[in-house]
């Protein structure tokens, strides 16, 4: 339970004050492969006045269900399996509760059916996804990007699976700004592409902020690693990134651009060759008798 826990605990902090929390959304990590766990947003957590997971999201209607979305996201890359209770998928807007049924008809509106849409689309994803299932009990599936910017309150990690030349990046953003031309460090050059964005148009996001065609790597390190690339984090949202194909040459600093090739050392030039003179033999004298 302390995934769950910790985490619903973060979200429902309003998104200014998430940075002065950091660590509960990074603790698990610490304990994620002592055990193989399952994460849970279970009935307990939408019973006894606790309200539903939609309730319990802060900010306006938009910004709820962003939120509620980024969730989800959140915790279908976490190492581990999910399990969500019947209800919280769509954002149902009540307690669930043994005298009534579900209320399906919510999915008629557009926020609702978005989320629905959201998470179907998560596990279509995660059953087709070998970085995701492969190794998601063992700490060789799972690495850190950047845990550390909390100013930003976001967060960034690679998965792998069996194969190490395909993983994946996950890009969190808990805030509700926009980050352009936000620089992660990725161990692979080539040209990554979006996969997932939680804030997609058909999901009931803004649809505004996309990574649409190739995310080329440049050749800088970042993050301790040797390429990075730059992206746009939409709000409250998560990125799924995936290499897309292995290719040089990488994009270059501008530094590394403009700096000039170092001039070959110049040979040394061999010694003159002098010829050596030949002497002319001496005139013979000639001797007679007269």
Not at 209 to 234: C, D, F, I, M
């Amino acid at each position: 339970m302390g995934w769950m826990h910790d985490t619903l605990s973060y979200f429902k902090h309003d998104p200014i004050h998430r940075q002065y929390h950091h660590n509960e959304i990074t603790f698990s990590l610490v304990y994620a492969f002592s055990e193989n766990f399952m994460l849970p947003l279970s009935h307990d957590e939408v019973v006894h006045g606790k309200g539903s997971l939609i309730q319990r999201m802060p900010g306006d209607e938009w910004q709820r269900f962003a939120n509620l979305r980024l969730l989800f996201g959140y915790m279908f890359t976490h190492p581990g399996t999910q399990l969500i209770f019947m209800g919280g998928e769509f954002g149902q807007t009540s307690e669930w509760s043994i005298e009534k049924g579900l209320e399906w008809w919510l999915t008629e509106y557009e926020y609702h059916s978005g989320a629905q849409k959201w998470v179907k689309d998560l596990n279509q994803y995660y059953r087709t996804s070998p970085a995701l299932v492969e190794k998601q009990f063992s700490p060789e599936g799972f690495q850190w990007i950047d845990h550390g910017d909390y100013q930003n309150s976001s967060l960034s990690y690679l998965r792998y699976g069996n194969d190490q030349e395909k993983p994946i990046a996950v890009i969190c953003n808990f805030t509700p700004v926009v980050r352009e031309n936000y620089k992660v460090g990725v161990p692979l050059a080539g040209v990554w592409k979006e996969v997932l964005n939680s804030d997609g148009e058909e999901y009931g996001g803004s649809g505004t902020v996309q990574n649409k065609g190739a995310l080329k790597t440049t050749q800088e390190t970042w993050h301790g690693r040797p390429y990075n690339v730059s992206l746009n984090l939409p709000p409250l949202s998560i990125v799924v990134l995936e290499l897309d194909k292995k290719a040089q040459p990488v994009k270059k600093t501008k530094e590394a651009a403009t700096a000039k090739p170092k001039a070959a050392p110049a040979k040394p030039k061999p010694a003159a060759k002098t010829k050596a003179a030949k002497a002319k033999p001496a005139a013979a004298k000639k001797t007679g008798k007269k």
